[in-house]
């Protein structure tokens, strides 16, 4: 395991005092050189300090092979920069050139049939190339040279979003690195072949040469889960790796700038493992598009605490988010008033000190015209520059209380996040489709918040074991290592909760035997012999198990034949007996060392936790409240180092107005009224109130 880097965060503009970044991915090559004028007077009005450039601009940048303008850039750098607007500059490689791919088309990717990916997008680059990667580390220097001197740049933007179209590549290239990727993992062939189980089905290999590809296998067949799982850590190596020798190649020109790289941490998955990268930059930094419809606060709310989990609790920087539509899903929702504001605020809320957006001005062409911006087709006078602008003077009123630096409050509860769990349970030869390492951290954290719990999400490498409490949803992969950790934990006092579908398999995805789940079936307390998968793909199909609390398990339950002398079972399934399942244990709590662990033997989904939980939270001394509206309210902490700068953030998460009391003064607030001296607030539904105690 590799050590972290030092934090280090972008520093403000000489003579400019530290405040909270704000802007956006500014692409002012799209437009006539008359129109950058206007942008900057309207960045000033609302109050941007910080823009991203180059991102997307290679083919402007060196326009043939080693010839380069930066002319127009400079001539914007400057221009931002005397306007008081820093820069977050890009390595410019996110996407090559057709000079470059017509030249080389063998640094194209290949699909999983030997396809060309061929250019017409972006990011149609293979990790693995050496050809691409020696293009792409000369533009990395060019660029660090020619600006390693200008005191505008106050960051590195490396690459753009990795992985997010290039992620898998089956290349010949991709092949010999895996070869190698596989060597120095196991060492020896027979170490590969232990690991991928491969005299199920006469997959044996004699030498690493063998190794190829998860390639096309047909349709209906079924690939090796442990080279699938092993293909997937390798690609996000392969393209770390590469992250990492640009970013190096930068850093030698510029020491004294901080770099990062984009990541895409959301509720809908993860292509690359975060955490891991998250040791490879100077700060971290997230892109983040909001989920329509009911879910649409909690999910942004629980991706930035796994943000907050793997920057370690220092502060982030949020680098893109949208003002309003996408324009990628295929129908794209606009956003509903007051949400551009309480959207960015909630990632505040969640640690982030930094606030852009993708895009600064709305494209008139290209395939992302339809995608919001700050400044939309509709031009200054709008609503959404004019939430812009109101979010603009949010953020300078933080800065000014003082929250910049403060760090998100360490909650009681910490629910896991796996990176290696959520490829593993992606296979395609499960109990259940339906089941997944992704969805249920998801479910705890709002469950939690209906009770008025603000839980942090932790990934599995974190310090999750410091916690009072700490959930392990659907963690699939437990190593004898991390066995061991989740056995210390509770042994020395943890209040601990299992789900259903964790501890199954180690990290080569080899079962652990003797019962699930094997791994920790001293600590859990219950042993179970078979999945109940349900579903309702059948006349009479099982699609349901009711608990004795009420609750109703969906999509898979535990048969769990037998608990722990000292286990006490708190509920039960009530089913019709030829399922197997009436009286089968479903929620099972055991002593074990001077801690307990409540298992959860079933998916009960965020509204059979909320059900379930305030018993259990009660049994283990955990503290919530069962207050009619507390889960209308999501209450997140920020504070300083001294213990001073105390922010609370409320957001109505519900779909009336709801009343807050609180205890302080309002910095910024939102759709919400409240009296100057007075100490409860009304918010209405996408409404928020900043409190500084
Ligand atoms: C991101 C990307 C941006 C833009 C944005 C649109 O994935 O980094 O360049 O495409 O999505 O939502």
Same mark, same amino acid.
């Given at each position: ?7 280090? %965060? ?76 820093? &820069? ?23 699909? #999983? ?65 895996? !070869? ?15 690991? %991928? ?48 020798? #640009? ?72 680098? #893109? ?38 895009? %600064? ?34 953020? !300078? ?15 009681? &509860? ?69 066995? !061991? ?35 920790? !079936?001293?600590? &859990? ?45 708190? #509920? ?63 209450? &997140? ?57």
């Amino acid at each position: 395991m590799s050590a972290r880097r030092t934090y280090r %965060w972008p520093q403000p503009l000489d003579g400019q005092r530290q405040r909270l970044w704000y802007g956006g991915d500014y692409n002012p090559e799209q437009w006539p050189e008359e129109i950058w004028d206007d942008d900057i007077r309207l960045m000033n009005k609302a109050r941007v300090n910080l823009v991203s450039l180059g991102i997307f601009s290679w083919a402007k940048i060196e326009t043939s092979d080693g010839v380069y303008d930066f002319g127009w850039l400079d001539r914007i750098v400057d221009k931002l920069g005397r306007a008081g607007i820093a &820069v977050d500059m890009a390595s410019a490689t996110a996407s090559p050139p057709m000079w470059l791919t017509q030249a080389h088309p063998e640094v194209l990717w290949r699909d #999983e049939r030997g396809n060309i990916c061929w250019p017409g997008a972006r990011q149609h680059w293979r990790a693995t190339s050496p050809i691409f990667r020696k293009y792409a580390l000369r533009l990395c220097r060019k660029m660090a040279e020619h600006y390693k001197d200008n005191p505008y740049v106050v960051s590195w933007h490396v690459g753009n979003e990795y992985g997010c179209h290039n992620r898998f590549d089956y290349s010949d290239d991709a092949m010999r690195a895996f !070869q190698e990727w596989c060597k120095a993992r196991y060492g020896t062939i027979e170490a590969v072949n232990d690991a %991928w189980g491969t005299t199920f089905w006469a997959q044996r290999m004699n030498d690493f040469s063998e190794i190829i590809p998860p390639r096309y296998i047909g349709e209906g067949n079924f690939m090796n889960p442990g080279k699938l799982l092993d293909f997937k850590r390798f690609s996000s190596d392969a393209l770390k790796d590469f992250f990492m020798a #640009e970013r190096d190649a930068l850093a030698q020109i510029t020491p004294g700038k901080p770099l990062t790289t984009n990541f895409m941490v959301s509720a809908v998955g993860s292509n690359l493992d975060y955490d891991d990268w998250s040791d490879e930059v100077d700060f971290v930094s997230n892109d983040h598009y909001f989920t329509p419809g009911e879910a649409h606060l909690d999910e942004l709310a629980y991706s930035a605490s796994l943000v907050d989990g793997l920057s370690r609790k220092r502060p982030w920087f949020l680098m #893109e988010n949208s003002t309003a539509a996408v324009n990628w899903r295929s129908i794209n929702y606009r956003k509903e008033p007051g949400q551009t504001v309480r959207d960015a605020l909630a990632h505040v809320a969640m640690g982030a000190d930094a606030i852009c957006y993708f895009q %600064w001005r709305q494209s008139r062409a290209g395939a992302e015209k339809f995608h919001s911006a700050m400044v939309p087709h509709a031009g200054e006078n709008s609503q959404i520059f004019r939430d812009v602008c109101e979010l603009g003077e949010d953020l !300078q009123r933080l800065s000014d209380a003082g929250l910049e630096g403060t760090e998100l409050k360490k909650s009681s &509860v910490a629910v896991v996040f796996d990176y290696q769990s959520e490829w593993a349970t992606e296979h395609s030869a499960n109990p259940t489709q339906n089941v997944r390492h992704l969805t249920e951290p998801l479910d705890w954290f709002r469950a939690f918040a209906d009770l008025g719990i603000t839980a942090d999400m932790v990934p599995m490498r974190g310090d999750w074991d410091s916690y009072e409490a700490a959930v392990l949803p659907c963690v699939y992969l437990l190593s004898q290592t991390d066995s !061991q950790r989740v056995r210390d934990y509770v042994s020395n006092g943890g209040k601990l909760f299992v789900t259903y579908y964790t501890g199954i398999s180690d990290e080569r995805d080899h079962i652990w035997l003797g019962g699930y789940p094997g791994s920790i !079936q001293d600590v &859990v307390g219950v042993r179970s012999e078979e999945f109940t998968p349900m579903g309702d793909d059948f006349p009479g199909a099982l699609d349901h198990l009711d608990l004795s609390n009420g609750a109703v398990a969906h999509d898979l339950a535990d048969w769990i034949t037998s608990t722990a002398p000292d286990a006490k079972v708190l #509920e039960t399934y009530q089913a019709d007996p030829r399922t197997g399942m009436n009286g089968v244990p479903a929620i099972v709590v055991n002593p074990f060392g001077s801690g307990q662990c409540v298992y959860i033997g079933g998916k009960l989904g965020r509204d059979g936790l909320r059900i379930s939980l305030p018993k259990v939270l009660d049994d283990m001394g955990i503290r919530h409240s069962s207050a009619a509206d507390v889960g209308q309210v999501l209450r &997140v902490e920020r504070s300083g180092e001294d213990g001073q700068h105390d922010f609370v953030f409320y957001f109505n998460r519900g779909s009336g107005d709801v009343t807050v009391r609180f205890d302080g003064e309002v910095v910024v607030s939102s759709l919400a009224q409240y009296a100057e001296t007075g100490d409860t607030a009304c918010i209405s539904p996408n409404g928020l109130i900043i409190v500084k105690g």
